[in-house]
C-alpha cells in the first residue's frame, strides 16, 4: 500500500482545512488507518484513527471535537477534517496504515504516507 497526502496549507486561526490521504492497493479496505502529526522540534503524535470500516474512530485529546477523521474505501481514500484551528496545530501531518486501530495509536504503522504542511497564523 502506498499513501499520498495532500491539502496541507496556511490558515488562521479558527479557519479550517481538510487533508486527504489517497491510497493505493487493493488491501487498503482492510487496514485501519491514522493520521499523525511532528512540529519542529518535536516528536511525531498520534491525532486520530479509523478502524477498516469507518465506524471506529479514535482521536487525541488535543484535536477531540475538533478534527475528524473520515475514509471512502470505494474511493481508497482517508480525510482529515479540521475545525477551529490553532497555532499549536502546526506540523507536517502524515497518513497511515495498520493491522488495527490499537497499532495505529502505538505508531506501530506498516504503510506511511509523506507528510503535508499544515500552519496556522495567529
Known amino acids: 500500500v502506498q499513501l499520498q497526502a495532500s491539502g496541507g496549507g496556511l490558515v488562521q486561526t479558527g479557519g479550517s482545512l481538510r487533508l486527504s490521504c489517497a491510497a493505493s492497493g487493493r488491501t487498503f479496505s482492510s487496514y485501519a488507518v491514522g493520521w499523525f502529526r511532528q512540529a519542529a522540534g518535536k516528536e511525531r503524535e498520534f491525532v486520530a484513527a479509523?478502524?477498516?470500516?469507518?465506524?471506529?474512530?479514535y482521536y487525541a485529546d488535543s484535536v477531540k471535537g475538533r478534527f475528524t477523521i473520515s475514509r471512502d474505501n470505494a474511493k481508497n481514500t482517508v480525510y482529515l477534517q479540521m475545525n477551529n484551528l490553532k497555532p499549536e496545530d502546526t506540523a507536517v501531518y502524515y497518513c497511515?496504515?495498520?493491522?488495527?486501530?490499537?497499532?495505529?495509536?502505538?505508531?506501530?504503522?506498516?504503510?506511511w504516507g509523506q507528510g503535508t504542511q499544515v500552519t496556522v497564523s495567529s
Open positions: 479509523s478502524s477498516w470500516t469507518g465506524g471506529s474512530t
Open positions: 497511515a496504515a495498520a493491522d488495527s486501530t490499537s497499532n495505529i495509536k502505538r505508531l506501530e504503522n506498516k504503510y
